[in-house]
């Protein structure tokens, strides 16, 4: 595992090999696997779905590894956007986190997903960690328009402080314009 995890791209021919480990009972497995996967990056993509899968493991180490991999994968990951952002919502705050950092580093790619990260906004008040995880990650997008502004602008008003504060945060990446709006 550890020379196909140096060997990165290269390796590339043992994907499928390495994809059919992601199913085995031994959860170091799982996520050894998963981690050659993700030093292949781009040249592993059509081990997406697979990858995608273990990102509903039940060991949070194999979720977090999963979702990096697929952050790791880019445009090839582009279809397990909507399960990574579901991710948000995961009870461990390590893989939360984890996911924001990966949403974050897709970037551009998020573009046409705006719309489901801002809908995750609408979550009951005792869910103000998923409100400040999907804040954290919006203000970081550079596609996050005055449109989605109507869904922002009531987090100045959230009962957790945090949030009101990440809400502050995307407003003023949005420029002025947005904070004349608020």
């Given amino acids: 595992i550890e020379v ?3 060997m990165g791209a290269a390796a590339r021919d043992q994907a499928p090999s390495l994809a ?3 199913k085995h009972e031994d959860d170091q497995v799982r996520l050894a696997a998963i981690e050659v996967l ?3 990056g781009p040249a592993a993509r059509e081990q997406a779905p697979h990858l995608g899968e273990r990102i509903q493991d ?3 180490q194999v979720r977090v590894a999963a979702a990096r991999a697929l952050g790791a994968l880019r445009e090839g990951a582009r279809e397990q956007i909507p399960a990574l952002v579901q991710l948000l919502k995961d009870a461990d705050p390590h893989v939360r986190s984890t996911v924001v950092n990966v949403l974050i580093s897709m970037g551009e790619i ?3 997903d705006i719309p489901m990260l801002v809908d995750l906004l ?3 008040d005792s869910e103000y ?7 954290k990650v919006l203000t970081a997008l550079k596609h996050v328009t005055i449109v989605h502004m109507s869904r922002i602008v009531p987090l100045l008003e959230d009962p957790n402080h945090n949030v009101r504060i990440a809400a502050v ?8 314009a947005a904070m004349a709006q608020a």
């Avoid at 960690?129 to 804040?135: C, D, F, K, N, S």
């Fill in 4 to 6: 196909f995890k140096a």
């Fill in 20 to 22: 059919a480990l992601l």
């Fill in 38 to 40: 993700e030093a292949m």
């Fill in 58 to 60: 039940s060991h949070s």
């Fill in 110 to 112: 998020l573009q046409d």
């Fill in 122 to 124: 609408k979550v009951p």
């Fill in 129 to 135: 960690m998923l409100r400040l995880e999907v804040v």
């Fill in 169 to 176: 945060d995307v407003l003023a990446a949005l420029g002025p």
